[in-house]
């Protein structure tokens, strides 16, 4: 009978643990997390498809030494990144959103690597050109209550970067701007030598 009691009080306690967890985990930090101008980003199958079209079209009219100017909104942003999200199972983050705002990329979402921790996470980015190349910065990332320290911050942008510049190979960025609701990319396409 001790056993039993024993295994009951075990049981009852494992389940108060994880309910505490997954509500500390979900709440901590939430109130740091900035949201939309404007409320929620709808996510929309057209949007995702139109920036694709854009980014399609206009890597193909700078494809002969041609000028390319691509403009991404929030809704199409969001919708792509979400709309992506789904279709890999493998990925902890849901219910993205990103918007443009004050020279800066704002993304929020839901990641979860395992149940019952649920945090919500904000990483906010700038991105300049620098000799004809896209450079990013991380100037904030958290996740739930959790800040990521700076020198991870310049590690992550460092690999961010390096990546960019080898897809960056045979373009010239000539601007960026990041607007309100609004990200604008101009440049040429390298003609090969």
Known sequence: MVNHRTTKWHAVLGTILCLFLSVACSLGGGADIPTPPGGRI???????????????????????????????????????????????????????????????????????PSWPLRFQSLIVVTAVVQNGQVVVKIEQAQMGPFPFPQRALDSISRSINETLSQVQTDLEVTHLQILEGELQVAGVRRQPV
Do not use: C, H
């Open 42 to 112: 709808a996510v929309s199958p057209e949007a995702a498809a139109r920036l694709r079209e854009n980014f399609a079209r206009e890597i193909q009219e700078a494809s002969t030494g041609g000028k390319f100017r691509l403009f991404v909104t929030n809704e199409e942003i969001t919708s792509l990144v979400a709309l992506t999200l789904q279709e890999s199972s493998g990925m902890p983050l849901r219910d993205p959103q990103i918007w443009f705002t004050a020279g800066r990329v704002y993304m929020t979402g839901s990641f979860s």
